[in-house]
C-alpha cells in the first residue's frame, strides 16, 4: 500500500510535542537566516530583513518567548499588486516577523507529515522531494510500458479552502493543541487560509490534497506540487485514470484545470520541469 498508515493507528513521535520545537531559538534563528537568504520585501511595519538582523539574538529571544506563553499576535500585512501577463496579482506580505514563525511551524510539522500522512508518491512542497526528484520515477513507469499519461492539473487548489475543513485533517496526523492553535491563529489572520504569502501555504496545500491523494493510492501515480499524473499501458486505461483522478477531485470540492490537463503520451522530462 503506497499511503502511510492511518492516523488512528500510527502516530509520530514528534505529532504530540511539536511546540518545544516552534519556541526553540536556535530553530528559529535557523530559519530567520535561511528566510534572509532570499531576501524578499518588508511587511507592513517596513522592517527589512537587514533591519531585523540587528540584535538578531534578542529578538528572537523575545520572539520565542511570546510564542511559549501565548502572547504572540501576528503583525500587520501589507498588499502589494503585482502585473503580470495581462493581469493583476495581488500578494499579501506578512512581516518578517510573521515569516519567520510561518517557516518554523511548518518545518516542526514536516517530519510527522512526512513519515505519516504524505504518500511516497508525492512530490514537491515536501523537504528533499521536489521536482527534479519526481523525473528519474516518471521515467521508471514509462520504461516499464507505462507509456500513456493522464496528466491532470488542479484548478485553484490554494483558493476556497474551508479553514475547519483544512485545521481538522491536520489534527489528524498532529495532536499538540497548542501547535493547532497558533497555526489557527496565524492563518486567521491571512486574507484566505491558502493565501500566496505565507510560508504556511504549501504545508497546508498539501493537507487539502491529502483527501484526495487518499482515493488513489492503488495507481501507479505521482503528485508533484498540485498536479496528478497516472501512468498507464494505454489511452483506454488513461482515459478511464483521468476519470478517477477527476471524481477524487470533484469529491473534495476541485477540479481539474481544463486547459492544464490533458491525456498524452510524454517524455519524462516534459511532466515536471515547467511551472
Not at 32 to 59: C, E, F, I, K
Not at 67 to 93: E, H, N, V
Not at 107 to 117: G, I, K, Q, S, T
Amino acid at each position: 500500500m503506497n499511503h502511510r498508515a492511518s492516523a488512528r493507528t500510527m502516530r509520530h513521535p514528534a505529532a504530540h510535542t511539536l511546540m518545544p520545537l516552534v519556541v526553540d531559538p536556535k530553530r528559529l534563528r535557523h530559519c530567520a537566516r535561511a528566510m534572509m537568504r532570499n531576501s524578499g520585501s518588508p511587511g507592513a511595519d517596513g522592517v527589512t530583513w537587514a533591519q531585523y538582523r540587528h540584535d538578531l539574538n534578542n529578538r528572537l529571544a523575545d520572539l520565542a518567548a511570546q510564542l511559549a506563553d501565548g502572547s504572540w499576535t501576528p503583525g500587520p500585512l501589507r498588499t502589494l499588486i503585482l502585473p503580470t501577463w495581462g493581469k493583476d496579482i495581488t500578494m499579501t506580505i506578512p512581516t518578517v516577523e510573521d515569516r519567520i514563525v510561518h517557516r518554523t511551524l511548518r518545518e516542526a510539522a514536516e517530519p510527522v507529515l512526512v513519515a505519516d500522512a504524505y504518500p511516497n508518491w508525492m512530490y514537491g512542497w515536501r523537504p528533499r522531494a521536489g521536482r527534479l526528484d519526481a523525473l528519474p520515477v516518471a521515467a521508471d513507469h514509462l520504461a516499464a510500458g507505462r507509456t500513456w499519461v493522464a496528466d491532470l492539473d488542479v484548478a485553484g487548489s490554494t483558493r476556497a479552502a474551508d479553514l475547519e475543513a483544512l485545521l481538522d485533517e491536520l489534527a489528524r496526523w498532529i495532536s499538540d493543541g497548542t501547535y493547532l492553535r497558533l497555526v489557527r491563529i496565524a492563518v486567521e489572520h491571512l486574507p484566505t487560509p491558502l493565501d500566496s504569502g505565507s510560508g504556511l501555504t504549501p504545508m497546508l496545500t498539501n493537507i487539502r490534497l491529502l483527501p484526495v491523494d487518499q482515493q488513489l493510492t492503488d495507481l501507479p501515480i505521482l503528485r508533484v506540487t498540485d498536479n496528478y499524473t497516472v501512468f498507464c499501458n494505454d489511452r483506454v486505461q488513461a482515459d478511464a485514470a483521468a476519470d478517477r483522478v477527476t471524481a477524487a477531485l470533484a469529491a473534495c470540492g476541485l477540479q481539474p484545470h481544463p486547459s492544464k490537463s490533458q491525456v498524452w503520451q510524454p517524455n519524462a522530462e516534459d511532466l515536471y520541469l515547467a511551472g
